[in-house]
């Protein structure tokens, strides 16, 4: 009987088996009831002692949602989008919905993700852009018909809500820090140069080294991959020959971090007491690499909350920071009317107001930063 719906019948024995009323289970294995109390508890029991799974399919039939969520990335395995996944898989699981993932290294990769997942009508739309990504086009064909909320990246649709990091608070916590050990100078081996992003860190880099009186030289900066591959090459050529060298090395990634970490190794130059090193990201080789990394965290459990309040399946966390512009005002969302055999059930029309949040990441100390006095 595991895994088969049985219809009324299937339903009215988990309610007699709980001891709840058909309507309870119902709103309790559709997440319509959100308390988790000791009902909750035993009509999830039941339906699973009985095998009794909800028909998903069949329920959007009836209403207008099909309890799921769409999430595009552009890698599994890239830091970021593999925390986040991490982050917000349990979450839509608990509140009984199912997450369809799309994954795409390229900005057509990841419209052919798009396409798909809102062919497959889902509820809300997450998206992390690939690297120089321009999804514009694409996600306002779909605006109107779902609510879309981006991650990261430069808001070029003004019809999709943006969270992402205030990046240029994260770049002053890493200078400021930097200040505080009393160097003198620092170099940045940033992303790549052809995404905006990238760039814009590059200037926040500079305009907090202006801030807190550090210096740099031209030659001292790169962009490139983030890859071990590329901190590495990068350190070597920093560090091998030239008189004047940077105190400090801040990279775009912690992957680059640790590559230059392994070439001043190599070099038998020591991190932290020759050269302090900070990454971005907080990734598990953060944690690992010896000597321990110092990174920015980004806040995941903020994002996936915010992002999820957006779509309208959570609410907002009161702890977070947050910096909101509406930047769009009662944009009318309107059901989607292609074919598909029979009369699809129509969406509700909503008013939908975009939205810019920015949120505040920490900076993770560890001892590849820190001077020993």
Known sequence: MAGRNDGSSSI???????????????????????????IA??????????????NYAASSLRSDTTKTIGLVIPSATEPFSAQLLDEIEPIIDNDSR??????????????????????????????????????????????????????????TSFRTSLVGINEDAAMEMV?????????????????????????????MFHTHLRTYGLRTEQDWNQFGERSVQRGYACAMRLFHGPLVQPEAVVCADDA??????????????????????????????????????????????????????????GTADDNIQEHVDAI?????????????????AARPMRQHVAARIMLTPQLIVRDSSVVRR
């Open 98 to 155: 199912q997450l369809l993932l799309g994954i795409g290294g390229t900005r057509q990769q990841q419209e052919n993700r798009i396409e798909s997942l809102a062919g497959r009508n889902v509820d809300g739309l997450i998206v992390v852009p690939a690297a120089g990504a321009d999804l514009a086009e694409c996600l306002d064909r779909h605006a109107e018909a779902l609510p879309i909320v981006q991650i990261g990246g430069r808001q």
């Open 175 to 203: 200078i400021r820090h930097l200040a505080e050990q009393r160097i003198a100078s620092a170099a940045y081996m940033a992303g790549n140069e052809l995404s905006f992003e990238s760039a814009e860190l590059f200037s």
């Open 328 to 344: 769009a005002e009662a944009d009318v969302m309107r059901a989607a009317t292609a074919e598909t055999g029979r009369k699809p």
């Open 256 to 313: 680059i971090a640790f590559g230059a970490m392994m070439a001043l190794h190599a070099l038998e130059i020591r991190v932290p007491e020759d050269v302090l090193v900070v990454g971005f990201n907080d990734s598990p080789i953060a944690a690992t690499a010896l000597p321990k990394l110092t990174s920015v965290r980004p806040p995941f459990r903020q994002i996936v909350s915010e992002s999820l309040r957006l779509l309208g399946c």
């Open 12 to 38: 009215t024995n988990v309610a007699a088996l709980a001891d709840v009323s058909i309507a309870t289970v119902s709103r309790v294995l559709s997440g319509k009831r959100a308390k988790d109390d000791d």
């Open 41 to 54: 508890r035993r009509v999830r029991a039941a339906a699973k002692q009985l095998g009794y799974a909800v």
